[in-house]
C-alpha cells in the first residue's frame, strides 16, 4: 500500500503528521508513505527518529492551505499546496490513499474535483467513526458534514455506501442501518426523514428503521444515515459530552470534600477506563466516502497517534479495495 501524508494541514502539523507516519510504516512492514509538504521542515523532524527509509519519501510543496481559507479558492489557486499536490499524485499516479488534517471543505472540494466522484455518485459524504457503550464496537454516521442539504435518494446512496465501508472496516456481515429522526416511530420525521424511510425499507439493506440521538453511542445500529447538517450537529454534541465528562467528574470530587476524593481515588482505573473508550484517538479518521480513492480526514487537533491510526486505517481501506465496492453497490 502506498498512502500519501497532507504534512500541513492540522494544528499540530507538520510535527505529529511525520512522527504518526514513522510510527505507522514501522509497525507495518508492506506500507510506503509519502510525505507530503516543506521538505526542509519534514527532513528536520526525520532527523530525530528512527525508521525504514525504504518505506518513506518527501514530496515537497512549499504552500499550505489554512482552515481560514475559502476551500473552492484555496483548491483553485493554492497549487503548491501539500493538500493540492497530494490529492494530484493521488489522481495521476499508484497511489492507494490519502490522509490529511486540513481544511476539511477544501479536502471535500479537492477529492471531489481532482480525484473526481466514483460512476453513480452524486456527493461525496464525511464518515466518522463513534465510539459506542458496546466494548469492541463502533458506529459510523454517514453523513456528518459534507452535505447539509440532501434529497432522499442521496440518503439512499450514503446508507449503500455506508454498508460497504462498514462491511470492510469492521467486518460485519449484514451491518444494521437506522434512519436519524426525531423519534423511532415510522410516522415520526420530516418530509426528507420521512420519504427516505420509504426509499430504505425498498432497498434491501438491512434497514433498522428510525433511530434518535440518543442511540448515537448505544450500538442499536452500525450505520446512522441522515443529512450532513444533523449528522454534525448529533457528533459534536455527543463530542462534547465526551470531552466534558471528566471535567464535570472532576468538578464533582472538588465539591464533594474527602469522601468523594477517596472514591474518586477507588474509580480512578475505572474512570480512566471510560475516557479512553470514549476517545476517538485510536479508532480512526471520517473517511470521505464516494470518491474513486480512498480519503480519510483526521481530526485538526490530531497529534501523532490519530495520525498512524488514520494512516494504517487508509492502507486497509484501500486493500478492501472498498472504493470498488462502492461502485458496485451504487450500479
Same mark, same amino acid.
Request: with cysteine; proline share 2%.
Given at each position: 500500500m502506498k498512502i500519501l501524508v497532507d504534512c500541513f494541514g492540522g494544528d499540530n502539523c507538520p510535527k505529529a503528521a511525520v512522527e504518526g507516519a514513522v510510527l505507522a510504516i514501522n509497525e507495518k512492514k508492506d506500507l510506503f508513505v509519502s510525505l507530503v509538504g516543506n521538505k526542509e521542515a519534514i527532513e528536520g523532524i526525520l532527523s530525530n527518529l528512527s525508521y525504514n527509509k525504504n518505506q518513506l519519501d518527501i514530496i515537497d &510543496?512549499?504552500?499550505?492551505? +489554512?482552515?481560514?481559507?475559502? /476551500?473552492?479558492? &484555496?483548491?483553485?489557486? @493554492?497549487?503548491?499546496?501539500?493538500?493540492?499536490?497530494?490529492?494530484?499524485?493521488?489522481?495521476?499516479?499508484?497511489?492507494?490513499?490519502? $490522509?490529511? &488534517?486540513?481544511?476539511? #471543505?477544501?479536502?471535500?472540494?479537492?477529492? +471531489?474535483?481532482?480525484?473526481?466522484?466514483?460512476d453513480g455518485v452524486s456527493r461525496a459524504l464525511l464518515v466518522p467513526i463513534v465510539p459506542t457503550i458496546?466494548?469492541? @464496537?463502533y458506529t459510523v454516521v454517514c453523513d456528518a458534514g459534507a452535505n447539509v442539504d440532501c434529497k432522499a435518494s442521496m440518503l439512499k446512496e450514503f446508507a449503500i455506501m455506508g454498508d460497504v465501508y +462498514?462491511?470492510?472496516?469492521? #467486518?460485519?456481515?449484514? /451491518?444494521?442501518?437506522?434512519?436519524?429522526?426525531? #423519534?423511532?416511530e415510522e410516522e415520526k420525521g420530516n418530509a426528507l426523514t420521512k420519504e427516505a424511510h420509504q426509499l430504505l425499507k425498498e432497498s434491501g439493506l438491512n434497514f433498522v428503521g428510525n433511530i434518535e440521538a440518543t442511540d448515537m453511542v448505544s450500538g442499536l445500529v452500525d450505520v446512522?444515515?441522515?443529512?450532513?447538517?444533523? #449528522?454534525? $450537529?448529533?457528533?459534536?454534541a455527543v463530542e462534547g459530552m465526551a470531552k466534558n465528562f471528566m471535567v464535570l467528574v472532576?468538578?464533582?470530587?472538588?465539591?464533594?470534600?474527602?469522601?468523594?476524593?477517596?472514591g474518586a481515588l477507588l474509580l480512578k482505573d475505572t474512570l480512566r477506563g471510560v475516557k479512553k @473508550?470514549?476517545?476517538?484517538?485510536?479508532?480512526?479518521?471520517?473517511?470521505?466516502?464516494?470518491?474513486?480513492? $480512498?480519503?480519510v480526514k483526521t481530526h485538526g487537533s490530531s497529534t501523532e497517534i490519530p495520525f498512524k491510526v488514520s494512516i494504517l486505517q487508509t492502507a486497509k481501506l484501500a486493500q478492501d479495495k472498498v472504493c470498488d465496492m462502492i461502485a458496485k453497490g451504487i450500479k
Open positions: &510543496a512549499k504552500d499550505a492551505i +489554512t482552515n481560514e481559507d475559502n /476551500p473552492i479558492m &484555496a483548491i483553485r489557486r @493554492k497549487k503548491e499546496s501539500s493538500m493540492v499536490v497530494a490529492f494530484n499524485k493521488l489522481h495521476e499516479e499508484d497511489y492507494d490513499g490519502m $490522509v490529511s &488534517a486540513g481544511n476539511t #471543505g477544501a479536502l471535500l472540494t479537492g477529492a +471531489t474535483l481532482i480525484v473526481r466522484l466514483i458496546i466494548d469492541g @464496537k +462498514t462491511r470492510s472496516a469492521f #467486518g460485519i456481515e449484514n /451491518p444494521k442501518i437506522g434512519l436519524l429522526s426525531n #423519534g423511532a446512522i444515515v441522515c443529512d450532513g447538517f444533523d #449528522g454534525n $450537529v448529533a457528533i459534536k472532576k468538578a464533582g470530587v472538588k465539591k464533594g470534600g474527602l469522601k468523594a476524593k477517596i @473508550k470514549m476517545s476517538t484517538d485510536e479508532v480512526g479518521g471520517a473517511a470521505l466516502l464516494g470518491v474513486q480513492k $480512498v480519503v
